[in-house]
């Protein structure tokens, strides 16, 4: 094998958060350490009678997909799962075609997840053919539970037709890699090849100079207002209610705590809290975002279940970043914030006595706030940092280029 291994990723590397956290931010130190990212859609042939017509030389049966990118790749990495079907994700409405997709999302505003005709053509090949997992090995990257997701999540139909596909990359992968101990748990009686990798972050991300980046009603740090920060999309509002109570009450006890959602700005949500400032790109904006606002407080609420057990710590590792004193959820069972050691670098929340006390002891107390602060920052900085844990990811993939073939072929 060459001293580079070459990573053929299979759809997006960075556009969104998922991608960003799991690959994004590791780019260039996965560069350095001789792993190369690289974006991947196989072109097709088919007929030419069908140029121009990709989509319908898939429906057709006539498409076939090119496998030659692969005899220059070490690996093949999926990940999370995509719409496979010209259908509604929220509703599951059959819209027949991607025109007929994208005017049902217009029509609806259900925001559904694009249409990918591509993948049930190519991995089912892929991951029989004895020939080419001999020398690209499969990897699929998980950080979420999607067989226990909540029907608020809101892709509920779209997902329940491609946890097919799901459980095939999870059984046939020669390496799956997971964000958490709680996924490992989960996907073990499916394979046995699963290495957890935890999320991380980039501190330089987390600055107050991107001139794009939205400030909130009072920027700055303002001893007489203490902020207290959500983020997160529209649909969390579930999560939020958990919390609710909790900083409402404390609101109404300190005239000057100030309510922040960061993420959406909908009239829900602005029902909820004092400021709604609406989502913003990932990446560098959004680390600047919430640098802005320069929050006091930052909320980790999760409403209890297996699907808040598989989320990761990144809300804490954020918070920590920017100055903010985080209060996570503490779930019945294993969840994301068991990291935090309680009363020190963070404080957990069981139920909603634990909530109130934590909001309210924060913001009552700069002190408490500022100790608590600084532990996490210190701690995140010395065991979530992306410059670190890039050698986790380069050890995975180093294996799963050793191991090409190991999985079953399906």
Not at 61 to 88: M, Q
Not at 215 to 233: K, N, Q, S
């Amino acid at each position: 094998m060459t001293d580079r291994v070459r990573v053929l990723v299979y759809g997006g590397i960075a556009a969104e958060a998922c991608p960003f956290y799991r690959r994004g931010i590791f780019l260039s130190h996965l560069a350095n350490l001789g792993v190369d990212l690289i974006p991947w859609t196989p072109p097709l042939t088919h007929p030419q009678a069908y140029a121009g017509r990709w989509v319908d030389a898939i429906r057709d049966g006539v498409a076939r997909v090119d496998y030659r990118e692969l005899a220059n790749a070490n690996i093949v990495l999926f990940s999370r799962w995509s719409n496979t079907f010209p259908a509604c994700t929220a509703c599951g409405a059959e819209c027949g075609s991607l025109e007929g997709l994208e005017s049902h999302n217009r029509d609806t505003r259900h925001g559904t997840l694009s249409w990918d005709p591509l993948l049930r053509l190519l991995l089912p090949a892929l991951l029989a053919d004895a020939s080419l997992r001999s020398r690209c090995a499969v990897m699929y990257d998980l950080d979420d539970d999607l067989f226990h997701q909540p029907e608020w999540v809101g892709h509920g139909p779209g997902l329940a037709r491609a946890l097919d596909l799901v459980e095939l990359l999870i059984r046939a992968a020669d390496l799956v890699t997971v964000s958490t101990p709680v996924l490992e748990r989960l996907l073990q009686p499916l394979t046995a090849r699963i290495h957890v990798i935890r999320n991380a972050i980039d501190p330089d991300l987390y600055r107050t100079d991107v001139a794009a980046a939205p400030a909130g009603d009072d920027p700055g740090d303002d001893p007489r207002v203490t902020r207290v920060l959500f983020y997160g999309a529209d649909v969390r509002r579930r999560d939020y209610a958990v919390c609710k109570a909790a900083v409402d009450k404390a609101a109404r006890a300190r005239r000057r705590t100030r309510r922040i959602w960061l993420g959406s700005d909908s009239p829900a949500v602005r029902a909820l809290v004092d400021e709604a400032l609406p989502k913003v790109e990932t990446g560098a904006p959004f680390g600047a975002a919430l640098a802005n606002l320069h929050p006091h407080v930052g909320l980790a609420p999760l409403e209890p279940g297996p699907f808040a057990s598989a989320k990761s710590e990144l809300h804490w590792l954020e918070y920590a970043m920017v100055g903010a004193a985080t209060v996570a959820s503490r779930l019945p069972t294993a969840g994301p914030y068991d990291v935090i050691e309680d009363g020190r670098d963070g404080l957990l929340a069981a139920g909603a006595a634990d909530w109130r006390r934590a909001v309210m002891r924060l913001v009552s107390s700069t002190d408490l706030r500022t100790e608590i602060a600084g532990r996490a920052r210190e701690r995140v900085l010395a065991e979530y940092q992306a410059a670190e844990r890039a050698e986790n990811w380069a050890a995975a993939y180093r294996w799963a280029a050793n191991h090409p073939g190991i999985g079953p072929r399906l």
